[in-house]
């Protein structure tokens, strides 16, 4: 089992940045793909992008497609999560996720096995 870490979310105006950080303990993620995922309260947690941890594409949600960027550090065993040019709707509790399933399959929450603790996020206008 592998255990995942968010940090790096905060308050931020509409246009600008944050960069979301997932690092991962336990079992390495060779296999894995990490995936990002976002939940308002009281509705369901929605699919952000993905990436497979030992190379290939990443894939992400139409609505943050050109403005949300993930990468990965081998070495630190970290997913990254850039985002740029935030609206006040990409407020949410964001979280990262590891599935054992090819990014392409690997959209929907239940695909994922091991979960963070989540990292909020709050975009004003």
């Known amino acids: 089992q592998v255990q995942l870490v968010e940090s790096g979310g905060g308050s931020v105006q509409a246009g600008g940045s944050l960069r979301l950080s997932c690092a991962a303990s336990g079992r390495t993620f060779n296999s894995y793909t990490v995936g990002w995922f976002r939940q308002a309260p009281g509705k369901e947690r929605d699919f952000v992008g993905n990436?497979?941890?030992?190379?290939?594409?990443?894939y992400y949600a139409d609505s943050v497609k050109g403005r949300f960027t993930i990468s990965r550090d081998n070495a630190k065993n970290t997913v990254y999560l850039q985002m740029n040019s935030l609206k006040p709707e990409d407020t949410d509790v964001y979280y990262c996720a590891a599935s054992i399933f090819a990014p392409q399959a690997a959209t929907d929450a239940p695909n994922y096995g091991s979960w963070g603790q989540g990292t909020q996020v709050a975009v004003s206008s």
């Open positions: 990436i497979r941890w030992n190379g290939g594409n990443s």
